[in-house]
């Protein structure tokens, strides 16, 4: 994984996992640095207890804290020295609050690694156009019931969020999955879509009634089974450092 070769180079040191879910990012940091001292912090109790599981074999300490990265993050200043965050600064309504706080716990010398998918960037290949652009920005758009915001486009603006906190951007890496087979991440995104979207309208919120969500997905598999999808994800990674 992209963001665990990032840091790499920190070897045996302190990082934490900011939206850590069940233990993904983590995961992929203890491949690379299994000495490595891992602190997940979610607020989400169920997925906070399947980190340990996720990490039995890392030989380093591992924690999982349960907190709210609304507030100030439970953590002493310069403690850690890199800080990773995936798929979850979207959540937050004031990502510059919760970078200040990101600032403060990394050591001087230490280093961010915040990656996020720009899922209003989507790309699908089904049989509508239309329908497929209306689907794909109903789901960048869409405020899902565990989230307390959203914003689809943050992907595209972490270098700028970066630049404006008191870390020193290194840089920003586009990382582009993409596929022509329905299968892997292509198709997990397709079918996180489609529920994300009938739960949405389910809950009153769609703004794409159930029975076209259910006729684009069919006109996907359709068209994958005719060769012609195509599917595009693009993530931006961001590497800043405390001075
Ligand atoms: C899309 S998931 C990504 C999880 C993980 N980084 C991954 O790649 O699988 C976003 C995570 O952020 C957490 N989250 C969202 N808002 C939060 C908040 N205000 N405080 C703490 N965790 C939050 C959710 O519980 C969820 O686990």
């Known amino acids: 994984m992209r963001l665990a070769d990032l840091v790499a180079p920190f070897g045996r040191c302190r990082a934490i996992d900011l939206g850590c879910g069940s233990g993904p990012t983590l995961r992929a940091v203890s491949r690379v640095s299994p000495d ?3 602190l997940g912090i979610d607020r989400s109790e169920g997925a906070l207890r399947q980190v340990a599981a996720a990490l039995d074999d890392h030989r380093g300490p591992v924690a999982a804290i349960a907190a709210d990265l609304r507030d ?3 953590i002493a200043d310069r403690w850690a020295d890199v800080i990773l965050s995936y798929n979850t600064l979207e959540c937050v309504p004031t990502p510059e609050t919760l970078l200040a706080e990101v600032a403060r716990v990394l050591r001087p010398g230490g280093r961010a690694v915040i990656a996020h998918v720009d899922f209003d960037s989507l790309v ?3 049989a509508d156009s239309e329908l497929d652009r209306r689907i794909c920005h109903a789901f ?3 405020v899902q019931s565990w ?3 959203a914003d689809g486009r943050i992907g595209r603006k972490l270098g700028l969020l970066l630049a404006r906190s008191p870390l020193e951007v290194v840089r920003v890496e586009p990382f582009l999955v993409w596929s022509s087979e329905f299968t892997g991440h292509a198709r997990r995104r397709i079918e996180l879509i489609r529920d994300v979207l009938l739960s949405a309208a389910d809950h ?3 703004v794409v009634g159930p029975d076209e969500i259910k006729e684009w997905y069919g006109a996907v598999v359709r068209v994958a089974g005719q060769h012609g999808f195509f599917f595009s994800e693009l993530t931006f990674i961001a590497v800043a450092e405390r001075r």
Do not use: N, Q, S, W
Request: glycine share 16%; net charge negative.
């Open 147 to 149: 989230m307390d915001h």
């Open 72 to 74: 100030p993050l439970p």
């Open 140 to 142: 960048a758009d869409d």
């Open 36 to 38: 490595a001292v891992l």
């Open 124 to 126: 699908v290949a089904g």
């Open 204 to 206: 009153g919120r769609g």
